[in-house]
Nanobody, 124 residues
Framework: QVQLVESGGGLVQAGGSLRLSCAAS????????MGWFRQAPGKEREFVAG????????TYADSVKGRFTISRGNAKNTVHLQMNSLKPDDTAVYYC?????????????????WGQGTQVTVSS
């Protein structure tokens, strides 16, 4: 099973920026997409952004469009999430996930491997 490690979380003031990174232990021929999700206390895990690893197609939650950018790293098994104009509502644990089937989806249950998460806290 692919192991995922997130990094780059932290504490930032509203309006600030953070860049999250996710490194997968391997990229197999069956790795089609990677995504970022987040979960705030008392809330369900929600989709943030996703990217297909072959064509580079991206998709975003409406709440982050225009502020967040997902991209593939130079290494084939890495993705980044650049987060700008952060708001207190963005505070959550952010998780990286990998999908081993074709198609870019926003549903958590359609992703197959998950990282441990990294905390992002935005102060007002």
């Amino acid at each position: 099973q692919v192991q995922l490690v997130e990094s780059g979380g932290g504490l930032v003031q509203a309006g600030g920026s953070l860049r999250l990174s996710c490194a997968a232990s391997e990229r197999t021929s069956s790795t089609y997409a990677m995504g970022w999700f987040r979960q705030a206390p008392g809330k369900e895990r929600e989709f943030v952004a996703g990217i297909s690893l072959n064509g580079g197609t991206t998709t975003y939650a409406d709440s982050v469009k225009g502020r967040f950018t997902i991209s593939r790293g130079n290494a084939k098994n890495t993705v980044h999430l650049q987060m700008n104009s952060l708001k207190p509502d963005d505070t959550a644990v952010y998780y990286c996930a990998v999908r081993h089937f074709p198609g870019l989806t926003t549903t958590p249950s359609n992703f197959d491997s998950w990282g441990q998460g990294t905390q992002v806290t935005v102060s007002s």
